[in-house]
């Protein structure tokens, strides 16, 4: 069992917080679109207690239950659990045996034991003296632990010892996002003033023809009043 502080993402609205979908955003509702909606319109005219409103996101103890322990580095302290966290880098993480194996032990008697039973190492021995290799402790296949099925007769191969010890670094993708409001606010902003200029200069040389036009139409009509003799 595990018991760590998730990852603070300080106040988040709706739609960060609790997967809401928003209103549209192609309408003209740009304020509209991140909302809540309507709260307290009947009843007592008041916001009701469980309400799906923002608020502080994460900060919050989590739990993981019956997680498996398949290998244990005693001598530079390293504990390899399978799962993934939701907390910061760095953060503690409290660790203590599985209270609840009586499930796994109702239908199979091979399941009587954790896959990984806690693990003291001597008093006597001098870890200065030893190399990473020899400090490791690799667990047996998990699987029978997880299913009804009697106990397999093979032991650990070597090969599972090998893979087990062997570690590739792997290099962090960068998460992308799927939808960048910001970039999509940024470039309607530019579009409008893109719009605005071309209709100024629009607008000033059809002001400058309709002024000519009215012009003309003025010299006519005095022409045309004019006794020409």
């Given amino acids: 069992d595990l018991a760590m502080q998730e990852t603070d993402y300080g106040l988040k609205g709706v739609m960060t917080r609790l997967g809401h979908d928003g209103g549209p955003v192609w309408l003209g509702d740009s304020k509209w679109q991140r909302r809540v909606g309507s709260v307290g319109q009947e009843g007592a005219k008041r916001v009701y207690p469980g309400k799906a409103i923002g608020g502080q996101t994460g900060g919050r103890i989590l739990y993981k239950f019956n997680k498996s322990v398949y290998r244990i580095d005693y001598k530079n302290s390293l504990i390899y659990v399978n799962g993934d966290f939701d907390c910061d880098i760095g953060a503690y993480v409290i660790i203590k045996d599985i209270d609840n194996i009586r499930a796994k032990t109702a239908f199979n008697e091979a399941r009587g034991k954790p896959a990984f039973?806690?693990?003291v190492p001597p008093k006597d021995e001098d870890l200065s003296a030893l190399t990473t290799d020899e400090c490791q402790l690799v667990s047996e296949p998990l699987w029978r632990y997880f299913r009804d099925e009697p106990v397999s007769s093979a032991k650990i191969a070597q090969q599972d010892i090998d893979d087990a010890k062997r570690s590739t670094?792997?290099?962090?993708?960068?998460?992308?996002?799927?939808y960048d409001h910001h970039k999509w606010r940024t470039d309607r902003r530019k579009a409008k003033k893109e719009r605005r200029e071309s209709r100024k200069e629009f607008m000033k040389v059809k002001r400058v023809e309709i002024a000519a036009k009215q012009?003309?139409?003025?010299?006519?009509k005095i022409m045309s009043r004019r006794k020409v003799k």
Avoid: G, L, N
């Fill in 169 to 178: 670094t792997t290099q962090v993708v960068e998460k992308k996002k799927a």
């Fill in 117 to 119: 039973p806690t693990f």
């Fill in 215 to 220: 012009d003309e139409a003025r010299r006519k």
